[in-house]
């Protein structure tokens, strides 16, 4: 197909009829219809679709496309997010061994400013979400990383890293985000704890070598951006979705994120060892050399602040990447994860030495 439609309203019945042929020989649509949408990020939206004739496929499907806004686009298409996921769904998410969306039907141009994404429609699966607001039990907790285990080992130190999975590139390190991290603290700074200037301060100062600090470690496949709008819940195990952010790097990257950013600060202050020896030894039942208890910390601490930087370009964006609220409650658990951890002073040790 040379087509990739811009907006939900240029799916109409001819595109998506040669779409889903791919997958289903001899597709027709009858009639599609636009029930949501949404431009944020990524453009996104929910179809109801109507067939001439039964081939087996869902009656709704999940859309992901370009976003609306020139400037959002813009940026997209600079860090590969919407190119990088349609080639994750055009086949190696079929070979992950955790919960994904199925794919329908996945294209982008070269350039990474048009893509397009035919997914399954999770609420219409059964599968459901959880809020943010939720207390995270240990026993979700344990079964998240267990999936990052096994995701993580599938790919550890792979050849195939090298070799057709070369396109999954390691972190990319986008030359905005020490400007946006420089907006939020000159906006946001006189109303945090003391850490967030600190980590900032180290940050804009030493961003290339953080970078390389974080890419320190075992190589693997890593999904990147594991917070709660990314994740769902399929018959109490968890799944992922938005693999934009997918690179190859430390597993630790997930395993941080998770645990600094979305426990409960009280219960990973109790928890988290025990949760980073569960993970190793999910690493070490799946074959894989894990590291040592020590060398797994140190990562902690030092990817604790990956996803800070992260929290924190979003809180500089305000309301256009996620809801400012939603962005601070994160950043409360994450500036005591970092406050904690002695992540500022690990990660200055850690340069220097």
Known sequence: MDSIPSTLRDIDEDWLSQALSMQAPG???????????????????????????????PQTLFVKLAPDDDKQRLFVASNGMGRREAMFYQGLYAEVPVRVPRCYFSSADDSGEQYIMLLEDLEASGCSFRNSSERCSMDYARSMLSQFAL???????????????????PPLQHEIGAHLVAAALEQFARDMPPVFREMGELYAAEADAIHQLWNRGAPT???GDVHDANLFIDKDVPGFMDWALICRTTG???????????????????????LLVFYRECLLAAGVQAPPMDDLWRQYQWHAA?????????????????PVEYTRK????????LTDLGSVASISDALSG
């Open 306 to 322: 990956y996803r800070w930087v992260g929290a924190t370009s979003t809180l500089a964006m305000r309301d256009a990447w996620q």
């Open 27 to 57: 597709t027709r649509v009858r009639e599609v219809e636009i029930v949501d949408a949404h431009s944020g990020t990524t453009g996104r939206g929910r179809l109801n679709v109507a067939y001439v004739d039964d081939r087996g496929l």
């Open 151 to 169: 995701l993580h080992a599938r790919f550890w130190e792979s050849p195939r890293l090298q070799q057709d999975l070369a396109w999954v590139e």
């Open 221 to 223: 496949l890593v999904h």
């Open 252 to 274: 630790m990257r997930d395993v941080s994120f998770f645990l600094a950013g979305t426990l409960d600060t009280e219960d990973r202050r109790v928890h988290e060892r025990a």
């Open 330 to 337: 994160s950043l409360d658990r994450i500036n005591a994860a």
